[in-house]
């Protein structure tokens, strides 16, 4: 499978980067990992005149903490978040769900600001990024502007990131200290995208859940923030009817679709069983 | 399309090529440079047949542009036994622990397992399962795979503590 022909640029500011991407217009497409998109191109289901590679602009590599949050630069590869000791130590459900995605191969080069900026409903990290409360920061012509992960998507590879502009950074509010956290991702084998997956962050106090979050993978047209769901859980010492009574809301908003992972009946059911597991993991990691 | 020049390093020798940026980085390898070790298994980025080393990183070299390989260190199988041909602990542990039956994944295996012993150089069974967890046989069950992996980690543990002393 070889791909159509096309033009190579490969920038090294994110100036250029959107220079390009504005001058080039709606033939040019940003590369970043590469792993979404090449596949595509290969099949021949993205045809493009020019790609305009992100790996030389150094400004979009590296993840640093600022003030209470880390600052994840776009062109940052799930292996490199894997192997971060200030994620470890910050905000382990990163890596939890990086070393779900795909296979080591995948993670040498597969970014998070691609993962995120795709739209891809199968993709992990949007899920991850809603249930965390993420910010997304988007550079274009017209300047630099945020936009927070629970607005970022519209629909199936349908975002708010507009023509020309390029994700360069995440920002990631860093969970209390304490906090406890899980992600579950149902899957057929390795490499495959999730049949159903769920995201849970929660905080305890005196045995009582103070806050909790929730975001789904791959059970409808985009991430899923289950804002109702984790509202269940709040206020509780998340016993077994505030977790059903999540558990039933977070069905409720899923729509997935009858697929090779199954029909959209089970995928629902799953999403269930997955949020059940991930809470009752995040709840044993709280401290509280 | 016109070409672009690139420069990069392959098995340690440095080479200077045109190339379309259509080209995939297993296509040159296998094509412009003749080194056809690496192999064209699903061509979908699952398999991991193409799996060669570049920058330290295993990569799909079926899901790479040449271009994108520009500047870069890039090791293939080809690379890997000694200029004598005596060969990489890999090899040997593949083929003393019949770590193989028809051959087609091994190239790919034997450079992710390569890259997995270098960040993990003593590892675990099931740390050798997920390190090839990209990389599919369709003959062995694995379990002579991870015979072998670890058969080579012993050696170049054995090798270098020799080395220490």
Redesign the interface.
């Given at each position: 499978?070889?791909?159509?022909?096309?033009?190579?640029h490969?920038p090294t500011t994110v100036e250029e980067a959107v220079g390009l991407l504005a001058d080039l217009g709606e033939e040019a497409r940003p590369l970043a990992g590469?792993?979404s998109l090449?596949?595509m191109?290969?099949l021949r289901l993205a045809p493009l005149e020019h790609?305009v590679?992100l790996?030389r602009i150094a400004a979009l590599k590296g993840i640093r903490e600022e003030g209470a949050a880390l600052v994840i630069g776009a062109m940052t590869t799930q292996?490199e978040l894997l192997a971060s000791d200030l994620v470890a130590a910050r905000c382990p459900i990163l890596q939890e769900a990086a070393a779900l995605i795909?296979?080591?191969?995948?993670r040498?080069?597969g970014t998070v600001g691609g993962n995120v900026a795709n739209g891809d409903p199968a993709n992990d990290m949007p899920a991850i990024m809603q249930c965390l409360d993420a910010a997304y920061l988007l550079s274009g012509g017209g300047g630099a502007r945020i936009v927070k992960a629970r607005d970022f998507y519209e629909g199936a590879f349908f975002t708010k990131l507009q023509e020309g502009e390029i994700l360069t950074a995440v920002t990631v509010p860093i969970p209390a200290a304490g906090h406890g956290y899980a992600y579950e991702k149902l899957k057929r084998k390795?490499?495959d995208y999730a049949t159903a997956a769920a995201a849970v962050v929660l905080t305890l106090r005196g045995g009582t859940c103070e806050t909790a979050s929730i975001a789904l993978t791959n059970l409808g047209e985009t991430p899923l923030y289950a804002a109702e769901a984790a509202a269940a859980l709040v206020g509780t010492p998340v016993e077994k009817a505030a977790v059903d009574k999540a558990v039933a809301l977070a069905e409720g908003i899923t729509a997935p679709a009858s697929d090779g992972r199954g029909p959209a009946d089970y995928r629902t059911k799953m999403a269930g069983v997955m949020l059940r597991r991930a809470t009752q993991r995040a709840l044993a990691r709280a401290a509280g | 399309?016109?070409k672009?020049q690139i420069a990069l390093t392959i098995n340690g020798r440095q080479v200077e090529a045109l190339v379309?940026?259509?080209t995939?980085l297993i296509?040159f390898l296998r094509e412009q440079q003749m080194l056809t070790g690496a192999h064209i298994g699903c061509?979908?980025?699952?398999c991991?047949a193409c799996?060669v080393d570049m920058d330290g990183?295993?990569?799909?070299s079926c899901?790479?542009?040449a271009?994108?390989a520009?500047g870069a260190a890039v090791t293939t199988i080809e690379g890997m036994a000694a200029p004598d041909g005596t060969l990489h602990a890999l090899q040997e542990g593949f083929a003393e622990m019949h770590g193989l039956q028809c051959g087609f994944c091994t190239p790919g295996m034997i450079m992710?397992a390569h890259r997995?012993l270098q960040e993990n150089p003593d590892p675990s069974e099931a740390e050798i399962r997920?390190?090839?967890?990209?990389n599919i046989c369709r003959c062995t069950g694995y379990q002579n795979i991870v015979k072998a992996i670890r058969y080579a980690a012993d050696k170049m543990n054995a090798a270098q503590k020799e080395a220490a002393e």
């Open positions: 499978m070889i791909p159509g022909n096309f033009a190579y490969a590469g792993h090449i596949p191109m290969k790609l590679d790996r292996a795909a296979d080591p191969q995948v040498y080069l390795i490499g | 399309m016109a672009t379309e940026p259509r995939l296509h061509e979908t980025t699952h991991g799996t990183k295993s990569v799909k899901t790479v542009f271009v994108q520009e992710r997995l997920m390190g090839i967890s990209g």
